[in-house]
């Protein structure tokens, strides 16, 4: 069974602030992305690494895809109050038909 | 472009009762999967509909059921319900294949939910 860990389970910062939220496992995925849920809405894809070491930037986010592919980070820079959510890793495999999603990690940044 | 659109957005159940939740995906897609979302937790993987037949299914058990239309239209079937199926269902589309010089990876796209309550 595929497993995806995440940490922290939850982050309160300030605004302008930095900080960086982890996803881990112990299976190589062939591909890894993150998403973004916000309340009573469902999940909205913000990217997708597939090359072990891979960095990917979508303005003041950062992604990186560990070497092994097993695990990935999400850096965010100077973290606004609309980058609170949820933030969701998945594990794709299976030719990118199967997803495995971690528990998330649910940021509030204050005004 | 109309996005994945779910139906309802909330209902009300009590122990016992069975519960159907409609997914119409988004254009262009053919498969569509759905995921239990509990409080505080990441999707778990239910089923996934392609061709109007179920092609994968995570570990729920039989009271789960689902059926995929000729308009690629889904519907989610939870008998017996439980207060452990209170949660949000998410109905994902996609296209079968990844998209074509994309990541090889697909991109699901997922409505807004139905939130079941069981009480």
């Known amino acids: 069974t595929q497993l995806l860990e995440q940490s922290p389970q939850f982050l309160s910062i300030q605004e302008g602030e930095n900080l960086t939220v982890y996803c881990n496992s112990s299976s190589v995925f062939s591909s890894l992305q993150w998403y973004r849920q916000e309340p009573g809405e469902g999940p909205v894809l913000l990217v997708t690494v597939v090359t072990g070491g891979e960095v990917k930037k979508l303005k003041r986010l950062t992604f990186q895809f560990g070497d092994a592919r097993k695990d990935s980070s999400l850096h965010i820079t100077a973290a606004q109050p609309g980058d609170t959510g949820l933030y969701l890793c998945?594990?794709?495999?299976?030719?990118?038909?199967?997803?495995?999603f971690g528990p998330g990690t649910r940021l509030s940044v204050l005004p | 472009d109309a996005g994945v659109t779910q139906s309802p957005t909330h209902l009300i159940k009590t122990r016992g009762q069975q519960v159907t939740l409609r997914c119409s995906p988004k254009s262009g897609h053919d498969t569509v999967s759905w995921y239990q979302q509990a409080l505080g937790q990441g999707p778990q993987f239910i089923f996934q509909?392609?061709?109007?037949?179920?092609?994968q299914r995570g570990n729920f058990p039989d009271r789960f059921s689902g059926h995929q239309f000729p308009n690629y239209s889904s519907e989610l079937n939870v008998n017996a319900l439980l207060l452990g199926d209170s949660a949000l269902y998410l109905c994902a589309s996609s296209p079968l294949t990844p998209l074509a010089g994309g990541s090889g990876a697909n991109v699901l796209t997922f409505g807004a939910g139905s939130r079941l309550t069981v009480l």
């Open positions: 998945a594990g794709v495999a299976n030719y990118g038909q199967n997803f495995v």
């Open positions: 509909y392609y061709e109007e037949e179920e092609r």
